[in-house]
Every structure is written in C-alpha cells, then in structure tokens.
C-alpha cells in the first residue's frame, strides 16, 4: 500500500486524533491518556503502536512508563494534515473536552511521575460526579 495512503487511513481515526492532539499539548503516557479520554488501556495502546509505526510518535522509556511525543520530523503530508488540524482547532475548539480534561488531571491529580489505575478511576469518578 501507498505510504500516503496508509498514512491517511490512519488519520481517519477519531481516538487517534485525539491522542495526537493531546500529544501536540504535552509529553504523555498511556495511564494519562486513559484518564482524559476514557478510553481503555487495549485501545489507547493500539492507536498509540500504529501512530508509531506511521512515524507521527516517538517514545522513550523511563521506569516503568512509557512516553510518548509527536515526533520532530513527521512526514511531509502528516505535518500538513497535523498543521491545518491543529489551526482548525484554535477556531472551533476541535477536542477542547479532552484540552480541558488534561489540564484538570495534571493539575489537581497527577502526583509526580506516577500514574497508576486507581489514579485513572479516581479521575473518572470525579469527572461523572461533576458533570
């Protein structure tokens, strides 16, 4: 398949655009993508490995987590795509919830480095009791 093309198919994914939106924010790891979006663990791996392998990522290893950053030298046409997105969502707030949701969870719960399940479920129910 066309690099083009695969690279397409893999932007025409709404969880995956909301994690490269929120990587465009901040370097982050799977546990505190779970708690922002409320995605599962499989799903949020998934897209993260793919979007990997596309080339939009890269990650590093500290400890037991794994982050994950929108890499420095995208392809040409994810960069372009990347870019006009990313304007796009300063004039209608495209994915301002998930913004929104990240600012509240590094700011009232994330404790250091950590992050571990009970942390990703204590934020939910925070969230649902405060809707």
């Known amino acids: 398949m066309n ?3 695969r690279l397409l198919k893999t932007l025409a994914d709404e969880t995956r655009l909301r994690i490269l ?3 465009r924010e901040k370097e982050l790891f ?10 599962s663990q499989s799903l949020v791996s998934r897209s993260l490995a793919l979007l990997e ?17 929108l890499k420095q ?10 870019e006009s997105l990313f304007g796009q969502r300063k004039k209608k707030v495209l994915f301002a919830d ?7 969870f590094c700011k009232r719960f994330q404790r250091g480095s950590s992050c571990d399940m009970s ?10 009791q405060n809707q």
């Open 98 to 104: 998930d913004r929104d949701n990240l600012e509240l």
């Open 3 to 5: 690099e083009d093309v």
């Open 119 to 128: 942390m990703v479920r204590e934020f939910v129910a925070f969230k649902n």
């Open 21 to 23: 939106m929120l990587l």
């Open 30 to 39: 799977v546990c505190q993508l779970m708690a922002v979006t409320g995605l």
């Open 73 to 82: 030298d995208l392809p040409a046409l994810g960069r372009a795509i990347l």
């Open 53 to 69: 392998r596309e080339g939009l990522l890269e990650s590093r290893r500290q400890g037991k987590h794994v982050f994950y950053r």
